[in-house]
């Protein structure tokens, strides 16, 4: 019963000043609705690009041959450094923290031809394990290379979705024969298209994969382009590429301390160094948007101090029949904050809709793939109400402290 007092008193207070109290909860809604659609932008293209980095290579360390730039055991500086297969071994053998290794042998202006459909690219020649450490799904109905395509030399290929387009259009290249440099290859799965921020010689939409023993058969190179590794535990990446070092340098004769010597990039690393990244670009959204919510703060403590005013015979009534200060400060800050909740609740109403609707326009390329993608997470959810709450009570709080110091006797000869 207390409960529907002070909402009769804050619609009665309301009815008063029916345009000034529009304009706040507008307000209020307003800044609520910048809030949640500035920081779910910002969380939903913090994703893409992580996605788009993860798509490339799945959180691996490559290692990429080099030359010496230290003197070592009397050998000079400026010695090349070959990796090869036995290198794979090796390092699966001395990095127990490495979960899997997997070699990198490519050739570039591979031509691929089906009849007189033909396309040039990148083909990779690769371990099975690679497609998870580069995110190498098959549409359904096709596979990846497997241990048998490895063991036996098959000449099978997988084709990304552009390479599949070209040579085979709208037929399901699965099961399908196609000349590879002139030998013939059968194509047993098909990438569909996948978002990329980085990539190695292309993108995958663009790549042909061929096992590493079917490559070595045919061209018979002995040196790789990179060796790739993914950690068990992504946060041990300093200590993985430390071991690469040492053991790599013992092998191949030079300083564990060359850093030169092999270049390695851990994709850990980069992923942290974009998430502070975009941390810092969400923290300046959502403060961007508070603005707007605190302008909305002012509008409510000015009406809470205009009602103040109104009733400021009624107080001192209160005060003199025994009412406390809390109960009066109750009464203003709880109507603050029912006027922000009413705000925000349409705010956060709005934006869910607009996010939703968003979502339903199609953006498979370009810009609107990043863009037009916001994500309304919990965490977005938690700082808009705490903010909305943070608000209605500072609103609340001076015009109620203010009419719980109203002199009671002063109050009585207000007019």
Same mark, same amino acid.
């Given at each position: 019963m207390?409960l529907?007092?002070?909402?009769?008193?804050f619609?009665?207070?309301?009815?008063k000043?029916r345009?000034?109290?529009?304009?706040t &909860?507008?307000a209020? &809604?307003?800044?609520t609705?910048?809030v949640?659609?500035?920081?779910?932008?910002?969380?939903?293209l913090s994703?893409?690009?992580?996605?788009?980095?993860?798509?490339?290579?799945?959180?691996?360390i &490559?290692?990429?041959?080099?030359q010496t730039?230290?003197?070592?055991?009397?050998?000079? /500086? +400026?010695?090349r !450094?070959?990796?090869?297969?036995?290198?794979v071994?090796?390092?699966q053998?001395s990095?127990p923290?490495?979960?899997?290794v997997? #070699?990198q042998q490519?050739? $570039?202006g &591979?031509?691929?031809?089906n009849?007189?459909?033909t396309?040039l690219?990148?083909m990779?020649?690769v371990?099975?394990?690679?497609?998870?450490?580069?995110?190498m799904?098959p549409?359904?109905?096709?596979?990846f %290379?497997d241990a048998m395509d490895?063991?036996?030399k098959?000449?099978?290929?997988? !084709?990304? @979705?552009?390479i599949?387009r070209?040579?085979f259009?709208?037929e399901n290249?699965?099961?399908?024969?196609?000349?590879?440099?002139? %030998?013939?290859?059968?194509?047993?799965?098909?990438?569909?298209k996948?978002?990329q921020?980085?990539?190695?010689?292309? #993108?995958?939409?663009r790549?042909?994969?061929?096992?590493?023993s079917?490559?070595? @058969?045919?061209?018979?190179?002995?040196?790789?382009?990179s !060796?790739?590794l993914?950690?068990?535990?992504?946060q041990?990446?300093k200590?993985?590429?430390?071991?690469?070092?040492?053991?790599?340098?013992?092998k191949?004769?030079?300083?564990?301390?060359?850093?030169?010597a092999?270049?390695v990039?851990?994709?850990?690393?980069?992923?942290?160094?974009q998430?502070? /990244?975009?941390?810092?670009?969400?923290?300046?959204? +959502?403060v961007?948007?508070?603005?707007?919510?605190?302008?909305? +703060?002012?509008?409510?403590?000015?009406?809470?101090?205009?009602v103040v005013?109104e009733?400021?015979?009624?107080?001192g009534?209160?005060r003199?029949?025994g009412?406390?200060?809390? $109960? /009066?400060m109750?009464?203003?800050?709880f109507?603050s904050?029912?006027?922000?909740?009413?705000?925000g609740?349409v705010?956060?109403?709005?934006?869910?809709?607009i996010?939703k609707?968003?979502?339903?326009i199609?953006?498979?390329?370009?810009a609107m793939q990043?863009?037009g993608? #916001?994500?309304?997470s919990t @965490?977005v959810?938690?700082?808009?109400?705490?903010?909305?709450a943070?608000?209605g009570?500072?609103?609340?709080?001076f015009p109620?402290?203010?009419a719980? $110091? /109203?002199?009671?006797v002063?109050?009585?000869?207000?007019?």
């Amino acid at each position: 019963m207390h409960l529907w007092m002070l909402i009769r008193e804050f619609l009665q207070d309301i009815k008063k000043q029916r345009l000034r109290a529009f304009l706040t &909860t507008f307000a209020i &809604t307003w800044g609520t609705l910048v809030v949640i659609l500035l920081m779910s932008f910002g969380a939903g293209l913090s994703f893409r690009m992580r996605e788009g980095l993860l798509n490339a290579a799945d959180r691996v360390i &490559t290692v990429w041959p080099n030359q010496t730039t230290i003197k070592y055991q009397g050998l000079p /500086i +400026g010695r090349r !450094i070959g990796l090869t297969e036995e290198d794979v071994e090796l390092l699966q053998q001395s990095l127990p923290m490495v979960s899997q290794v997997c #070699p990198q042998q490519g050739k $570039h202006g &591979t031509r691929l031809r089906n009849g007189s459909r033909t396309a040039l690219t990148y083909m990779e020649a690769v371990y099975p394990n690679f497609e998870w450490m580069r995110r190498m799904y098959p549409a359904a109905g096709g596979r990846f %290379l497997d241990a048998m395509d490895q063991q036996e030399k098959r000449r099978v290929v997988f !084709i990304g @979705s552009e390479i599949a387009r070209e040579l085979f259009g709208e037929e399901n290249p699965v099961g399908k024969g196609c000349e590879l440099d002139g %030998l013939p290859f059968t194509v047993v799965g098909v990438l569909p298209k996948k978002m990329q921020t980085s990539m190695n010689n292309g #993108p995958d939409d663009r790549r042909a994969v061929i096992p590493y023993s079917t490559f070595q @058969s045919i061209y018979g190179w002995r040196y790789l382009n990179s !060796i790739i590794l993914q950690p068990a535990n992504p946060q041990e990446g300093k200590l993985i590429k430390e071991e690469i070092y040492r053991v790599l340098g013992r092998k191949h004769r030079f300083d564990p301390k060359d850093d030169k010597a092999l270049f390695v990039w851990d994709v850990a690393e980069t992923v942290a160094i974009q998430d502070k /990244i975009f941390l810092g670009l969400n923290i300046f959204m +959502g403060v961007v948007g508070s603005m707007t919510l605190i302008i909305a +703060g002012v509008g409510v403590a000015n009406i809470m101090y205009v009602v103040v005013k109104e009733r400021t015979r009624e107080i001192g009534i209160k005060r003199a029949v025994g009412a406390r200060r809390w $109960h /009066i400060m109750l009464q203003i800050i709880f109507e603050s904050l029912l006027m922000s909740t009413i705000g925000g609740l349409v705010g956060i109403l709005a934006a869910t809709g607009i996010i939703k609707a968003i979502w339903l326009i199609p953006a498979q390329d370009g810009a609107m793939q990043f863009l037009g993608r #916001p994500l309304l997470s919990t @965490s977005v959810m938690v700082i808009a109400v705490s903010l909305l709450a943070l608000i209605g009570l500072l609103a609340g709080f001076f015009p109620a402290r203010r009419a719980a $110091h /109203i002199d009671p006797v002063e109050a009585l000869r207000y007019e």
